[in-house]
């Protein structure tokens, strides 16, 4: 089945510094979706993206839609102590079932 | 007022058992989903219902069985629990199937088979 492709697996950043988190499938995606999901909680939306190219912003978070449509990333800028969590990357098939990555564990050093 | 909200939170049953977890969605959403997290949080959709018919329905084994007695609630139903069922199983709900495919996601129910 399609498969999504989500580096890195896991970050240790200090607060302050810009994260960069990425997405790749072999497949193409229709849509491009990036969730946070913190201990005990379910996933929830940052970034919807909808069309090849698309750069959406959402305060300090920026997601892209690859030009291929086969990619996607997420930044986070100027990182703090509650951006921690797990961010998943999920796209929309052609079957229209969203697929997830497995996600990136990110962690801030006090 | 959540907007998808599972029951229960928490649930503990012995192997063999019959469970259901139950799930409903404010939103006023067509399409609601099946999700089991394992524990490397790995995500995956199990079943996906539109406007209470089963559009997709993953290999997921028949002790399985999702009921939607309307667009705005799907249960899930799990005969027989074995171990390998503990996980945590969350519902989520989007606004249409397949354009506008963003999902919204309750707060998962942790089940633990023991």
């Known amino acids: 089945g399609q498969q999504l492709n989500q580096s890195p697996q896991s970050m240790f950043i200090q607060e302050g510094e810009d994260v960069s988190m990425n997405c790749t499938s072999s497949s193409i995606f229709n849509t491009w979706l990036w969730y946070k999901q913190e201990p005990g909680e379910g996933p929830v939306l940052l970034i919807a993206?909808?069309?090849?190219?698309e750069l959406t912003s959402n305060g300090r978070l920026t997601a892209q839609f690859g030009i291929t449509r086969k990619d996607s990333f997420l930044n986070i800028s100027a990182s703090i102590p509650s951006d921690v969590g797990i961010y998943f990357c999920a796209g929309r098939s052609r079957d229209d079932k969203i697929i997830f990555g497995k996600g990136t564990r990110l962690h801030i050093l006090p | 007022d959540t907007a998808v909200s599972q029951t229960p939170k928490y649930l503990v049953t012995q192997m063999g058992n019959d469970k259901s977890i139950k799930c409903e969605q404010n939103?006023?959403?067509?399409?609601m989903y099946w999700y089991k997290q394992d524990s490397k949080k790995f995500l995956k959709i199990m079943f996906s219902y539109n406007n209470k018919e089963l559009i997709i329905n993953e290999t997921v084994p028949n002790r399985f069985s999702p009921k939607s007695p309307d667009k705005a609630h799907l249960n899930l139903h799990i005969n027989s629990l074995e171990l390998g069922d503990s996980a945590v199983y969350f519902c989520a709900s989007s606004r249409q199937f397949g354009v506008g495919t963003e999902a919204f996601f309750g707060q998962g129910t942790r089940l633990t088979v023991v």
């Open positions: 993206l909808y069309k090849a190219g």
């Open positions: 939103l006023g959403h067509d399409t």
